[in-house]
């Protein structure tokens, strides 16, 4: 991430447990929403084939900070279809491959789709979600097996069927590399002659000229680079930068020997919704979508789904930045972390959200709110870290 959120701590360690503990990363990432109440899931997940996409995740064009950085602002009028005049769909067969924490089965890290979920079930329409095998949600969409999928990264191609809501969330991808290497690179150009791992299914939307003199070294997934960035065979890889900032925090001092993550984001996606074209009141249910997605910021639900205290955003779209809390215990100072989510950036002092009231500046803020919390947010640990157990 563009270091507007989390500080990453880096240094080096065993080799033997970090990646084990990042296997885990993907699959043992336990957190709860308390809300998500209409989010059902069949799951399936199997191994992904060579040079499929990750459905759930990429773009094949580079999406910038500023133009994937507004959430549900209002689309550009499109003329109707025989879809849009039909009553809206309310129950939504989705499908998504696994893409911890992002998307997985029922009872893993899925975030994406626990957000989703709750967005749609606060607009009455209830979304169920199945894992497809690694590189089969692309498939399944254009055979109109499902309804659309609820974490897709956009491209032009597949908006030729698919209508997209505004981006909910912002994948902000970061080097990661061993605690003795140089992670301060601010473009993918400056790692000439490094070997840098990617996941084959991963739509990245990089350019040929960003990668010139670039090694690209490809594995099945986060967990497989992972092993293969400790074992020495790849310089670094591109990872998630929540996924990096969880790896830290549950993965302890031994990830702090071992590793080191760079604070600039190398490449910003949006993650969106998205919907067959032709689902009787798609473009509807993604209006309504996008204005849950808003409210789903102001009233605490985002900071309890990506476990975070504070989140930095500007969800009433007016171009000032908030930092909206978790909770009612802001603590005795302004936060000096937090985690950005869309929106304006902090070019100025920010207006603080606590219990969906917004105060201008921190003297603004009530004294019984100025207290230190009694405890963290509970973690969560990802499955990637069961890749450092091996180290």
């Known amino acids: 991430m563009t270091k507007r959120g989390w500080a990453w701590y880096g240094a080096a360690m065993p080799v033997r447990g970090l990646v084990k503990r990042v296997a885990l990363f993907a699959s043992c990432l336990q957190f709860s929403i308390g809300c998500a109440a209409g989010s059902s899931t069949a799951d399936t997940a199997q191994k992904a084939p ?42 939504l ?28 079930r606060r607009v009455g329409v209830t979304a169920a ?9 692309l498939p399944a969409l254009q055979s109109h097996k499902y309804d659309g999928s609820a974490a897709l990264w956009k491209s032009p191609d597949r908006e030729q069927y698919l209508l997209y809501s505004e981006p909910y969330l912002q994948n902000r991808l970061v080097l990661l590399g061993r605690s003795d290497g140089n992670v301060g690179a601010q473009t993918l150009g400056e790692l000439k002659g490094q070997r ?8 990245y939307g990089l350019k040929a000229e960003d990668l010139k003199d670039v090694k690209l070294v490809y594995g099945s997934s986060e967990s ?57 009141g798609a473009r509807e249910i ?12 102001l009233d605490g639900t985002y900071n309890r789904v990506l476990n975070v205290s ?29 985690y950005q989510l869309f929106g304006a950036t902090a070019q100025s002092a920010p207006r603080f959200v606590i219990q969906g009231q917004t105060y201008q500046d921190w003297q603004s803020v009530p004294q019984q709110y100025k207290v230190s919390p009694q405890m963290a947010l509970p973690e969560f640990e990802p499955g990637i870290n069961l890749v450092l157990l091996d180290f």
Request: hydrophobic content about 35%; aromatic content about 6%; some cysteine.
């Open 50 to 91: 060579a040079n499929s996409q990750h459905e759930s995740t990429p773009s094949s064009t580079p999406t910038s900070d500023s133009s994937a950085a507004k959430v549900a602002s209002p689309q550009q009028p499109e003329q109707q279809s025989a879809a849009d005049q039909q009553p809206i769909t309310r129950n």
């Open 93 to 120: 067969e989705l499908c998504s491959d696994v893409w911890s924490p992002y998307t997985d089965a029922q009872g893993k890290p899925r975030l994406a789709l626990d957000l989703v979920h709750e967005a749609l």
């Open 129 to 137: 979600t199945r894992m497809t095998e690694p590189g089969g949600v």
């Open 196 to 203: 840098l791992g990617l996941v084959t299914t991963y739509s």
């Open 224 to 280: 497989e680079n992972l092993q293969k960035l400790l074992k020495g065979e790849i310089d670094y890889m591109l990872v998630e930068e929540l996924l990096v900032y969880h790896l830290f925090q549950s993965g302890g001092q031994k990830a702090k020997t071992l590793l080191k993550a760079g604070t600039k984001s190398l490449l910003t996606r949006g993650l969106y919704l998205a919907l067959q074209k032709d689902l009787p």
């Open 286 to 297: 993604l209006r309504l979508f996008n204005e849950q997605v808003r409210q789903l910021v």
């Open 310 to 338: 504070w989140l930095g955003s500007d969800a009433d779209q007016d171009g000032q930045y908030e930092l909206v809390l978790s909770g009612t215990a802001a603590g005795t100072a302004p936060p000096e972390q937090h």
